[in-house]
T-cell receptor, first 114, second 116 residues
Framework: NAGVTQTPKFQVLKTGQSMTLQCAQDMNHEYMSWYRQDPGMGLRLIHYSVGAGITDQGEVPNGYNVSRSTTEDFPLRLLSAAPSQTSVYFC?????????????FGPGTRLTVT | AQKITQTQPGMFVQEKEAVTLDCTYDTSDPSYGLFWYKQPSSGEMIFLIYQGSYDQQNATEGRYSLNFQKARKSANLVISASQLGDSAMYFCAMRGGWNTGNQFYFGTGTSLTVIP
């Protein structure tokens, strides 16, 4: 099992550019989520999905889009990058419909927007 | 509203001593899960321990134990016999019920430094 994989590990973008952060999991988890981590602010939820075809907004969704066409993949799209989106991004997965199961995290993507 | 509060931005502990990292939570869900994660300087998020809201006994995993006090809405992490490798950020998290989409909510973290 590869667990949760994320690509790329590092990315530098110019303001206004768009890009997609890839996330995949091989554990057949229905629940997938994207977080951003900024110093002193913990992990903030961007978007999440409870199954293929279902997505919802988290705490900080502006500037980001997601889709969930398969159980395995949950890409995060930055529409027009801004310096405020400089952060470390984590994808995570878990079983759905339960509050009693932990999330598994990917290794993270460090994004810098200049 | 669901909320996790970690009031200790940084903590120091002597090697081989025990340390308690504080976590309080707020929820109206009757059923929820509480989790602790460790983030070493390398950046990955490592799951440590879990406690269900209906569990009567405190969870333990090796040197980690979760001091769960439901009436006080606290879920403190206790690390016994600290080791240098325990130096890391520690995040408390709560997973809510189905009516909140089983979302996870994270605290802002506590940075633990183990002193030789």
């Amino acid at each position: 099992n590869a667990g949760v994989t994320q690509t790329p590990k590092f990315q530098v973008l110019k303001t206004g550019q768009s890009m997609t952060l890839q996330c995949a999991q091989d554990m057949n988890h229905e629940y997938m989520s994207w977080y951003r981590q900024d110093p002193g602010m913990g992990l903030r939820l961007i978007h999440y999905s409870v199954g293929a075809g279902i997505t919802d907004q988290g705490e900080v969704p502006n500037g980001y889009n997601v889709s969930r066409s398969t159980t395995e993949d949950f890409p995060l799209r930055l529409l027009s990058a801004a310096p405020s989106q400089t952060s470390v991004y984590f994808c995570a997965s878990s079983y759905s419909r339960t509050e009693y199961y932990e999330q598994y995290f990917g290794p993270g993507t460090r994004l810098t927007v200049t | 509203a669901q909320k996790i509060t970690q009031t200790q931005p940084g903590m120091f502990v002597q090697e081989k001593e025990a340390v308690t990292l504080d976590c309080t939570y707020d929820t109206s869900d009757p059923s929820y899960g509480l989790f602790w994660y460790k983030q070493p300087s390398s950046g990955e998020m490592i799951f440590l321990i879990y406690q269900g809201s209906y569990d009567q006994q405190n969870a333990t995993e090796g040197r980690y134990s979760l001091n769960f006090q439901k009436a006080r809405k606290s879920a403190n992490l206790v690390i016994s016999a600290s080791q240098l490798g325990d130096s890391a950020m520690y995040f408390c998290a709560m997973r809510g019920g189905w009516n909140t989409g089983n979302q996870f909510y994270f605290g802002t973290g506590t940075s633990l430094t183990v002193i030789p």
